[in-house]
């Protein structure tokens, strides 16, 4: 039986990177903002500085309170940040010397410092050196580290840390049997790698097909996604999965019950199928049950689950093929997360859409919007 979809699901999380200043009330000094599972959104500034906003029950912005704001409050005792990710109820940052901070919910462990215990200001991930990059799925977490391997900590019931085991861990475990790894992705409860041959590989959960593997069978380790090559990004969702190709392409895997896989059906799909109409795609992100796209023109495409309006064309009705947001242009970079999406413009503003109750859209507001409205400047 298909779980249901509580209001704690995640997505997937995604990073949106650029060197930029703005103005016009927005964001300055921008340097990245991930999406987070839920219901926040982190922002790493040039100074090195880590910024969110949005909700706060068990402490995921990191400000040392459990307050949620609708305007970004500054991460505490963090300087000399070169990346950051959310999780479900959590968030991850990346030290300039290759360490790891945490911070927010840690139920089963996805902290990643040897506790079960929550926290609202960053603690520091255990016995973990030389990462290049980090990921944040619901209740677990991940880091790749300059030697290409994975390592994995938190929630594992799935199989999610790839370990060979179904035991959470509240520090990091390495993932088996994976090497020469380029980029990695967390999903709800699965996991995604990129290797450097241009494969895609998935453990985890697997109820609606989304390792790719032409199963609906957990794994434990990681599995190859079927008939893919050539891919350059991944990203994982709810309970699928998404990978652009070196042509421009976009393939999809796993649940569709919205249309998140964009194919024109809403038929799950165990084995990867083309979304329909994308070409020239440059940078896909994956919500709860919505995906997204940016094309090389600059223009952004969404597509599934719409009752939030994260598909943001001006309406609340779901659409299993892509269809474009509307009053966005130049855009560099984009994100996905449990009801909401965001992008980053080349001018340097960051813009959200879709549900708005914990203050994920940052513009001072709780008000779902169906078109992007731009997020507002630290107080």
């Known amino acids: 039986m298909k779980r249901i979809l509580g209001p704690g699901l995640v997505t997937c999380l995604a990073v949106i990177l650029a060197s ?26 040039q100074d090195g500085t880590a910024w969110a906003w949005g909700d706060n029950t068990y402490g995921a912005l990191g400000d040392g309170t459990n307050v949620n704001s609708s305007v970004p409050v500054q991460v505490s005792g963090l300087g000399s940040v070169t990346a950051v990710a959310g999780g479900g109820f959590h968030a991850l940052a990346l030290n300039s010397v290759g360490t790891v901070s945490a911070w927010g919910y840690n139920s089963n462990g996805q902290l990643g410092d040897g506790t079960t215990t929550d926290s609202n200001v960053p603690v520091q991930v255990s016995n973990l ?17 300059s030697d290409g391997t994975v390592w994995a900590w ?42 450097s041959d241009g494969t895609v590989w998935d453990w985890g959960d697997n109820q609606d097909g989304e390792l790719g593997n032409n199963t609906t069978t957990a794994s434990s380790i990681p599995v190859q ?3 893919l090559s050539n ?13 652009l190709k070196n042509d421009g392409t976009v393939w999809a895997w796993g649940d569709n019950i919205d249309g998140e896989l964009g194919d024109g059906s809403n038929t799950n799909s165990s084995v990867p199928v083309q979304v329909s109409g994308l070409t020239n795609v440059v940078a896909i992100a994956a919500g709860a049950l919505h995906s997204v796209a940016l094309k090389s023109d600059g223009t952004v495409w969404a ?30 970079a984009i994100g996905a ?21 914990a203050g994920e859209l940052g513009d001072g507001a709780n008000t779902t919007e169906t078109i992007p409205v731009q997020v507002v400047a630290a107080p």
Not at 29 to 44: E, F, K, T, W, Y
Not at 139 to 145: C, R, Y
Not at 337 to 357: I, N
């Open 20 to 45: 930029c200043s703005s103005g016009g009330g927005g964001l300055t000094n921008v340097a990245s903002i991930a999406v987070g599972d839920v219901q926040h959104v982190l922002v790493l500034k």
């Open 129 to 145: 050196t030389n990462v290049t990059a980090i990921a944040g799925g619901y209740v677990h977490s991940l880091a790749l580290k």
């Open 154 to 195: 938190g929630y594992n019931y799935f199989g999610a840390l790839g370990n060979y085991s179904n035991t959470d861990s509240s520090v990091p475990v390495q993932v088996s049997n994976l090497t020469n790894v380029t980029a990695i992705a967390g999903g709800e409860y699965l996991s995604l790698a990129l290797r």
């Open 225 to 227: 996604a079927s008939g």
């Open 231 to 243: 891919v350059t990004a991944v990203a994982a969702g709810g309970l699928l999965s998404l990978a």
């Open 303 to 332: 597509w599934g689950y719409n009752a939030y309006g994260q598909l943001g064309n001006g309406s609340t009705v779901d659409s299993n093929v892509p269809v474009q947001v509307s009053n966005l242009t130049n855009v560099t």
């Open 337 to 357: 997360g449990r009801h909401y999406s965001a992008a980053l413009r080349q001018d340097g503003t960051v813009w959200a859409w879709g549900d708005d109750s």
